[in-house]
């Protein structure tokens, strides 16, 4: 027993003064299982570790030889106090129980030092514990992709038994203490100069063991369970983007918050609508005279109406034209461009009017070779 479990007071943990006898204690402990239980208590993280103080109380106190240990120390911090500076066990003194968290903040990588300098408990058994991330995947249309859905993502994952409520015991039992770790779910192993803690081998670092297990968890207090939630996926996300959703992961333990959800965003293709970065792209079909004649065209844009775009002569085939607002929306709400580009299309039947007239054309522009001059710098090079 650790001189901090000297310091609670079990007998106020029970509601019974210290001259009770074992029958009035094991009374008191009853009422107060009924009444805390987690199966009467479903969800309520205080309820759980209400139990857990009684019934820690009521491990050291039903037993003669605890309690006399128990009572003898109480007497010895109640005279002299707790440790303080100057004396064996004060903070900064041989043996002291300087407290690492104070320094580097409570837990972490506090908590980590403390332990291996001190032979302390880093994580004990009823501390609030964070769930664990969770990463799952989903499909989206091209469409949904750019404009922001909510979607329902079905889970799969470890969480609280729904049978014992975590606490690993048969219905109508409880756990108890662990004997050997007395709750902390640490042990100190000593190496020479310092003492290295590391998880209890007995209680498996839960600080409980089970007598009694849940045929459900088998006493591990987890289990496998399936949970439907509604994810909302923000406008503009991209193929293969992982978007963190938090506090939707596996549930903590011992009131502790939720993990994180990733979700893993696979777009499928679209028949019109590319993407490059916050722009949206498009091909557009032209005739070879509107470019060079010019001319003003209609462009679609994403589940919106068509724009024009003027198109001047002389406009090369494959030109990029920008329609700026008309793209992705981004993280600070402004829109990329949408560039569209015009592609010449080549009749593939003509009929007796085209074909004179390309025919016209064709005598019109004999004189100009297009491949002229690609042919000189080959001729160079």
């Given at each position: 027993m650790s001189a901090k479990d000297y310091q609670k007071d079990y007998y106020k943990a029970l509601g019974v003064p210290k001259t009770s006898t074992a029958a009035e204690i094991k009374k008191a402990y009853r009422e107060l299982a009924r009444k805390w239980h987690p199966d009467a208590n479903k969800g309520s993280a205080d309820a759980e570790e209400r139990f857990k103080e009684i019934t820690e109380a009521y491990n050291v106190l039903s037993d003669e030889k605890q309690r006399k240990e128990y009572d003898e120390q109480r007497s010895?911090?109640?005279?002299?106090?707790?440790?303080?500076?100057?004396?064996?066990?004060?903070?900064?003194?041989?043996?002291?129980?300087?407290?690492?968290?104070?320094?580097?903040?409570?837990?972490?990588?506090?908590?980590?030092?403390?332990?291996?300098?001190?032979?302390?408990?880093?994580?004990?058994?009823?501390?609030?514990?964070r769930g664990t991330d969770v990463e799952t995947e989903t499909t989206l249309s091209f469409g949904d992709s750019i404009d922001g859905v909510t979607v329902s993502l079905r889970l799969t994952g470890e969480g609280p038994c729904p049978v014992c409520h975590g606490t690993g015991a048969k219905a109508g039992t409880v756990p108890k203490v662990c004997p050997d770790c007395h709750g902390t779910g640490q042990q100190s192993r000593n190496l020479g100069g310092f003492g290295l803690s590391e998880p209890c081998k007995t209680c498996r670092g839960r600080g409980l063991v089970v007598e009694d297990p849940c045929t459900e968890c088998s006493g591990s207090g987890r289990a496998m369970s399936s949970r439907t939630i509604q994810a909302r996926i923000p406008a503009g996300v991209a193929d293969g983007q992982r978007i963190r959703i938090p506090g939707k992961g596996a549930p903590g333990e011992h009131g502790g918050k939720a993990g994180d959800l990733y979700v893993r965003v696979?777009?499928?293709?679209?028949?019109?609508?590319?993407?490059?970065?916050?722009n949206l792209t498009v091909t557009v079909p032209v005739t070879m005279p509107e470019l060079a004649l010019g001319a003003e065209i209609k462009v679609p844009t994403h589940r919106g109406a068509a724009v024009t775009v003027r198109v001047p002569p002389g406009t090369p085939n494959g030109q990029v034209f920008r329609v700026p607002g008309r793209g992705v929306r981004r993280k600070d709400g402004t829109l990329g461009a949408l560039l569209a580009t015009v592609e010449v299309v080549v009749p593939q039947e003509l009929n007796k009017k085209t074909r004179s007239a390309l025919e016209d054309l064709r005598i019109a522009t004999a004189d100009a070779d297009p491949r002229e001059e690609l042919l000189r710098r080959a001729r160079q090079g």
């Amino acid at each position: 027993m650790s001189a901090k479990d000297y310091q609670k007071d079990y007998y106020k943990a029970l509601g019974v003064p210290k001259t009770s006898t074992a029958a009035e204690i094991k009374k008191a402990y009853r009422e107060l299982a009924r009444k805390w239980h987690p199966d009467a208590n479903k969800g309520s993280a205080d309820a759980e570790e209400r139990f857990k103080e009684i019934t820690e109380a009521y491990n050291v106190l039903s037993d003669e030889k605890q309690r006399k240990e128990y009572d003898e120390q109480r007497s010895v911090f109640g005279r002299f106090g707790a440790p303080t500076a100057g004396r064996p066990g004060a903070p900064g003194t041989p043996g002291g129980n300087f407290d690492f968290g104070d320094l580097f903040g409570g837990e972490g990588l506090g908590d980590v030092i403390g332990g291996i300098f001190r032979g302390g408990r880093p994580n004990p058994a009823g501390r609030a514990r964070r769930g664990t991330d969770v990463e799952t995947e989903t499909t989206l249309s091209f469409g949904d992709s750019i404009d922001g859905v909510t979607v329902s993502l079905r889970l799969t994952g470890e969480g609280p038994c729904p049978v014992c409520h975590g606490t690993g015991a048969k219905a109508g039992t409880v756990p108890k203490v662990c004997p050997d770790c007395h709750g902390t779910g640490q042990q100190s192993r000593n190496l020479g100069g310092f003492g290295l803690s590391e998880p209890c081998k007995t209680c498996r670092g839960r600080g409980l063991v089970v007598e009694d297990p849940c045929t459900e968890c088998s006493g591990s207090g987890r289990a496998m369970s399936s949970r439907t939630i509604q994810a909302r996926i923000p406008a503009g996300v991209a193929d293969g983007q992982r978007i963190r959703i938090p506090g939707k992961g596996a549930p903590g333990e011992h009131g502790g918050k939720a993990g994180d959800l990733y979700v893993r965003v696979h777009v499928t293709p679209d028949a019109v609508f590319g993407r490059t970065g916050d722009n949206l792209t498009v091909t557009v079909p032209v005739t070879m005279p509107e470019l060079a004649l010019g001319a003003e065209i209609k462009v679609p844009t994403h589940r919106g109406a068509a724009v024009t775009v003027r198109v001047p002569p002389g406009t090369p085939n494959g030109q990029v034209f920008r329609v700026p607002g008309r793209g992705v929306r981004r993280k600070d709400g402004t829109l990329g461009a949408l560039l569209a580009t015009v592609e010449v299309v080549v009749p593939q039947e003509l009929n007796k009017k085209t074909r004179s007239a390309l025919e016209d054309l064709r005598i019109a522009t004999a004189d100009a070779d297009p491949r002229e001059e690609l042919l000189r710098r080959a001729r160079q090079g």
